[in-house]
């Protein structure tokens, strides 16, 4: 029989849990939501004002063009962070990797908008801008996957695919701040202002979300699960001592099918949120502040359809979850190309928001997921590997793809770009096993 004492100490155990998770959540959340606004920031303007500031040449679309390729430098850099970090994450801890990674993904962001502009300073500012893009990249490839590693570690088993939907949901909410950020600036510095140096103002708010973030983030514990697995690698022999990273690619199937999820699902992102702008306000009679409203609209959507895929996921199964929304967006993707050229706003609207809500019950279902695949000696390194290096062959190229393929071949082509990698991730998820249920503690 129980006694008092045994029941306040549990109580007291309980308490202690639920105040570091809440922690460990808002720990997660405020460094996801700031690391996906200082990628939103950079995508968004890239697709308007960066071009014309930072790149030569008398052609507007080679201007748009470079100005992609530059965001894509910064997926190009997150698998390697992911690399490193994910290496480091699972032999040193969870924790000191969100708070580096935050620090420099924070910091680089800042600093550009503190850059001089290719009139001031020729080449330099260029080169600067792509290191500045680089670092980004770098930081965010080992942040995204401790977050929500941190969070699915932490939460309770049978909630596991709601819980870790909240860090997977920073992206829209992200993107939310910063269309919300840049529209407000282009209010109240609007036409050649905004251009010529307002906009640096987006850049310079991670500033203060930066010292919120960190002052968060400090107070978080270490992820009981991996100081569990720790003390278990202490007694295990010397050949286990191989680097994280090695250990997760010597079990490919896990990798290559997470791979396969992902591609589909991070091209119709880049989609709907930064190839909208450009080629709705480039290719048709749409202001460009009421597409970036659109896309606001369409995040919060995104979010709403995170959060429930995440729960969706905790009742039905990853692999349901994930399967139904792959499918719409396979169907949605020609009727949202058809109502972008209807150039009616409302359409516009419709088109945006139901592509992010079932990109979101997507996104949201994937991210516990991920982190079930793999054992918890590799975990961190496995899921960094699922979720940055799917950003070279989906994330990086999505928006310069889709415009070089309008450009040179009309919209079908695009059309058919979304249709293909969709399908990629509907067979990558038929194909792959349940993981609803899967113990983290497990060692296998």
């Given at each position: 029989?129980?006694?008092?004492?045994?029941?306040?100490?549990?109580?007291?155990?309980?308490?202690?849990?639920?105040?570091?998770?809440?922690?460990?959540?808002?720990?997660?959340?405020?460094?996801?939501?700031?690391?996906?606004?200082?990628?939103a920031i950079y995508g968004i303007l890239a697709a308007t004002v960066l071009g014309p500031l930072f790149f030569p040449g008398d052609s507007g679309i080679v201007k748009l063009l470079l100005a992609l390729a530059t965001?894509?430098?910064?997926?190009?850099?997150?698998?390697?962070?992911?690399?490193?970090?994910?290496?480091?994450?699972?032999?040193?801890?969870?924790?000191?990797?969100?708070?580096?990674?935050?620090?420099?993904?924070?910091?680089?962001?800042?600093?550009?908008?503190?850059?001089?502009?290719?009139?001031?300073?020729?080449?330099?500012?260029?080169?600067?801008?792509?290191?500045?893009?680089?670092?980004?990249?770098?930081?965010?490839?080992?942040?995204?996957?401790?977050?929500?590693?941190?969070?699915?570690?932490?939460?309770?088993?049978?909630?596991?695919?709601?819980?870790?939907?909240?860090?997977?949901?920073?992206?829209?909410?992200?993107?939310?701040?910063?269309?919300?950020?840049?529209?407000?600036?282009?209010?109240?510095?609007?036409?050649?202002?905004?251009?010529?140096?307002?906009?640096?103002?987006?850049?310079?708010?991670?500033?203060?979300?930066?010292?919120?973030?960190?002052?968060?983030?400090?107070?978080?514990?270490?992820?009981?699960?991996?100081?569990?697995?720790?003390?278990?690698?202490?007694?295990?022999?010397?050949?286990?001592?191989?680097?994280?990273?090695?250990?997760?690619?010597?079990?490919?199937?896990?990798?290559?099918?997470?791979?396969?999820?992902?591609?589909?699902?991070?091209?119709?992102?880049?989609?709907?949120?930064?190839?909208?702008?450009?080629?709705?306000?480039?290719?048709?009679?749409?202001?460009?502040?009421?597409?970036?409203?659109?896309?606001?609209?369409?995040?919060?959507?995104?979010?709403?359809?995170?959060?429930?895929?995440?729960?969706?996921?905790?009742?039905?199964?990853?692999?349901?979850?994930?399967?139904?929304?792959?499918?719409?967006?396979?169907?949605?993707?020609?009727?949202?190309?058809?109502?972008?050229?209807?150039?009616?706003?409302?359409?516009?609207?419709?088109?945006?928001?139901?592509?992010?809500?079932?990109?979101?019950?997507?996104?949201?279902?994937?991210?516990?997921?991920?982190?079930?695949?793999?054992?918890?000696?590799?975990?961190?390194?496995?899921?960094?590997?699922?979720?940055?290096?799917?950003?070279?062959?989906?994330?990086?190229?999505?928006?310069?793809?889709?415009?070089?393929?309008?450009?040179?071949?009309?919209?079908?082509?695009?059309?058919?770009?979304?249709?293909?990698?969709?399908?990629?991730?509907?067979?990558?998820?038929?194909?792959?096993?349940?993981?609803?249920?899967?113990?983290?503690?497990?060692?296998?």
């Amino acid at each position: 029989m129980t006694s008092p004492v045994d029941r306040a100490v549990s109580a007291d155990d309980s308490s202690t849990n639920k105040t570091s998770f809440r922690r460990v959540l808002a720990g997660s959340m405020a460094g996801a939501v700031l690391e996906w606004y200082d990628f939103a920031i950079y995508g968004i303007l890239a697709a308007t004002v960066l071009g014309p500031l930072f790149f030569p040449g008398d052609s507007g679309i080679v201007k748009l063009l470079l100005a992609l390729a530059t965001q894509g430098l910064g997926f190009i850099a997150r698998p390697l962070g992911g690399i490193v970090f994910g290496h480091l994450g699972d032999k040193l801890g969870r924790k000191p990797m969100l708070v580096i990674t935050f620090l420099l993904l924070g910091v680089s962001t800042a600093m550009i908008g503190l850059l001089p502009t290719y009139e001031q300073i020729g080449i330099w500012a260029t080169l600067m801008l792509v290191v500045l893009r680089m670092v980004q990249g770098f930081a965010l490839g080992g942040e995204f996957g401790a977050a929500v590693l941190m969070v699915s570690e932490y939460g309770e088993p049978k909630r596991r695919g709601f819980w870790a939907a909240w860090p997977q949901a920073g992206a829209p909410l992200g993107t939310v701040l910063a269309t919300a950020v840049v529209s407000a600036i282009a209010f109240v510095f609007p036409g050649d202002a905004f251009d010529e140096w307002a906009w640096r103002i987006a850049f310079l708010v991670a500033i203060p979300l930066l010292v919120v973030g960190f002052w968060i983030r400090r107070s978080v514990e270490e992820s009981p699960v991996f100081k569990a697995a720790q003390a278990n690698a202490e007694e295990r022999s010397a050949t286990t001592e191989r680097s994280s990273v090695l250990q997760a690619l010597s079990r490919p199937r896990a990798v290559l099918h997470g791979l396969g999820m992902r591609l589909g699902e991070n091209i119709a992102f880049y989609i709907y949120t930064v190839f909208v702008i450009a080629y709705a306000a480039t290719y048709f009679d749409y202001d460009r502040g009421d597409v970036i409203m659109a896309v606001t609209f369409g995040s919060l959507a995104q979010f709403i359809g995170m959060i429930g895929g995440g729960h969706w996921s905790d009742r039905v199964g990853r692999k349901i979850a994930m399967l139904v929304p792959s499918a719409v967006l396979v169907v949605w993707a020609p009727a949202f190309f058809w109502l972008v050229q209807s150039e009616s706003l409302p359409m516009l609207w419709i088109g945006v928001c139901v592509g992010a809500f079932f990109h979101g019950m997507l996104a949201g279902s994937e991210a516990a997921w991920i982190t079930e695949l793999f054992p918890t000696r590799y975990r961190y390194a496995g899921a960094s590997l699922v979720f940055q290096g799917s950003s070279i062959i989906a994330g990086a190229p999505a928006p310069l793809i889709a415009v070089w393929l309008i450009d040179s071949f009309g919209v079908a082509t695009v059309v058919g770009y979304l249709v293909i990698t969709m399908a990629v991730t509907v067979i990558a998820v038929a194909t792959s096993k349940e993981t609803k249920g899967v113990d983290l503690d497990a060692v296998a």
